[in-house]
């Protein structure tokens, strides 16, 4: 007897993991910088997206470690915006 599954998964939230410092910092990206950037009219190609990133010294997948930031060149000079917004999200 030859059986099939099928099944369809509904459109729902994105649940990140955030456990590891690697994975926070998508969830950054995706929870800080690409809302800004569609405020902006703009949208942003995740691949390119590396501004995010955990320093050299840090295990990635370790729940601690240090996150680098570079300040995405859109914007320059809206330091206080950005950190602001990554606050709020940390602070969640």
Known sequence: ?????SFTIADGPIHWRTHRIMEL???LTGSVLEPLYAKDGLKCE????DFFTFDNTSDPLEPV??????VPPL???RVGELESAIRR???G
Request: glycine residues 8%; aromatic residues 16%; proline residues 0%.
């Open 1 to 5: 007897m030859n059986r099939k599954l």
């Open 89 to 91: 999200e940390l602070a």
């Open 65 to 70: 470690g240090t996150i680098k930031f570079n």
């Open 46 to 49: 995740r691949r390119f997206m």
């Open 25 to 27: 910092c998508d969830y």
């Open 75 to 77: 914007f320059a000079g």
